[in-house]
């Protein structure tokens, strides 16, 4: 008896599970389930009133009662017994392996899914499978681990169409209620064609890579070549200065051994003609001594020998109105001269300067607005956001932004950012102004390093009051010369990394500092105000 049960084991295999039926149940068509299998699937068939044999399609207009099939019970048991604890191959299921559905313990490898069971089988149980359903033309593909997504989530059944209309895959079900009237094409026959169609935009994607990264290229070396230009054309510059210096220097040396020579012949020249007075003063003084002391004398003997040799007075060396008349050398001419030679220095570098300098802002002069969503309250926006006034007894209502500076921090930003090349100039008055740049993601709110501008590595001021100018970038700081003028110039060039300010006068452009660095982001010019204080963009 258990060889002919352990022959005919495919009697008592559940094609639902294909595994020992459990809790038998037998339908009234003759095929066998497990309980909870058939249960599990009228469950599912419920919405629609209407439930079917798993085999033979067979239907039953109510969910038919089930009772249990005692025979089959028993003889399901005995074969239970009887049956080979591994019947299946040793190809046990690793990390990343699909695996089977059916096995109980021990899961072994998947070799097959079913798009109509929504099962995954090993080797034997995708035999067992097969010859449970002889004749049936299920959806057979590889083992995937992805079953679910190639399943209706409403109707639990193999996704093989595709609507064309609504670009989604659906089942037969969808197509017969929602994509009703829709066009469609078999899932196979969409991905063919989507599938040759990509390839064709991987091809043209690709061509645009190449081209891009050919652009890339060309970039990167007319970059290198800027710097390379800009490098030679800094040291060619410095090179002339210290040229210029040097020139200086030795014409400044020549001038004062000139001068010092002429003072020492000079000098030396008077010195003799002081000592031929002195020695002539003092002679004479001798004389007037001895008149004065012969003079007295009672005898006349004596008196008339002597009074011929010192009534004579000596000769003098030194021709008359020598000393009133003599020409002393005057250094005036010298100073003139040389004052003369630093004015057509100074005109001739401001020339120049003026002449680059003409060709940055006309060639690169930029308009710029405050945004009102980054200024702090007690800042008051005019002329069409050209101007900026802080008055701290007049706080505006501006409503609550992200980008708005906390209170704590007087600060605005333009709306508009630097990424090329830009000159801009601002008009400034009141008793201290900051004038900076900085990149949009600096801190609007919090920690004072972090949102005051100079405080940090994303900004860069300059502090303009009227006893001092000072530099400031992550928290380093550098005294300038003073700003002599109400307007300051802002030149960048992001690219190349260079940020200068400029004092502005009507007649002259003085740089006050550069900086000379690597630019990440978009610049974005931003103001810092004491209260009374304004700026005007111009």
Known sequence: ????????????????????????????????????????????????????????????????????????????????????????????????????????????????????????????????????????????????????????????????????????????????????????????????????????????????????????????????????????????????????????????????????????????????????????????KKRVAEMEQLSHTQDPIHFLKNVGSISDIPASTIPANMVLSHPYLSFEPVKTSVSELKTQLEEKLDSVFKQEAAKISAADCCQFTLDPNTAKRNLHLSEGNRRVERRDDAPQSYPDHPERFDDRWPQVLCREGVSGRCYWEVEWSGDLVNIAVAYKTISRKGNYDESWFGKNKKSWRLTVIPTLTQFSHNNNHRKLPLVASSRVGVYVDHRAGTLAFYSISDTMMTLLHKVQTTFSHTLYPGFGLQNGSSVKLL
């Not at 009887?82 to 299921?93: F, L, V």
């Not at 410095?238 to 020139?247: A, E, K, V």
């Open 1 to 284: 008896m258990a060889e002919v049960i352990s022959t005919k084991q495919d009697l008592f295999m559940c094609s639902i599970c294909l595994d020992l039926l459990k809790d038998p149940v037998t339908l009234s068509c003759g095929h066998n389930y497990c309980s909870g299998c058939i249960n599990g699937c009228w469950d599912q068939e419920d919405q629609k009133g209407v439930y079917s044999c798993p085999q033979c399609r067979k239907t039953f207009t109510t969910r038919p009662v089930l009772n249990k099939n005692n025979v089959i019970a028993e003889l399901v048991e005995e074969m239970r017994k009887t049956r080979p604890t591994n019947i299946q191959s040793d190809a046990t299921a690793d990390h990343g392996d699909v695996e089977c559905d059916i096995c109980s313990e021990g899961k072994l490898k998947a070799l097959k899914s079913c798009l109509d069971c929504l099962l995954s089988y090993c080797e034997t149980h995708y035999k067992a499978h097969n010859d449970l359903n002889p004749g049936r033309n299920h959806s057979i593909i590889d083992a995937t681990g992805q079953l679910q997504e190639r399943v209706c989530s409403l109707h639990k059944k193999a996704l093989d169409i595709f609507c064309c209309a609504d670009q989604s895959c659906i089942c037969y079900f969808c197509l017969m209620e929602e994509h009703k009237g829709h066009d469609t094409v078999s899932v196979a026959t969409e991905w063919s064609n989507k599938k040759e169609g990509l390839g064709e935009i991987q091809t043209r994607c690709q061509q645009t890579i190449q081209k891009r990264e050919k652009e890339v290229q060309e970039l990167r070396r007319a970059v290198d070549t800027l710097k390379s230009s800009a490098q030679s054309a800094v040291e060619h510059s410095d090179q002339m200065f210290d040229d210029i210096i040097r020139s200086v220097e030795r014409r400044r040396s020549e001038v004062t051994e000139l001068i010092r020579a002429q003072e020492k012949a000079e000098v030396s020249r008077a010195e003799g003609l002081l000592k031929q007075l002195e020695q002539e003063i003092s002679e004479l």
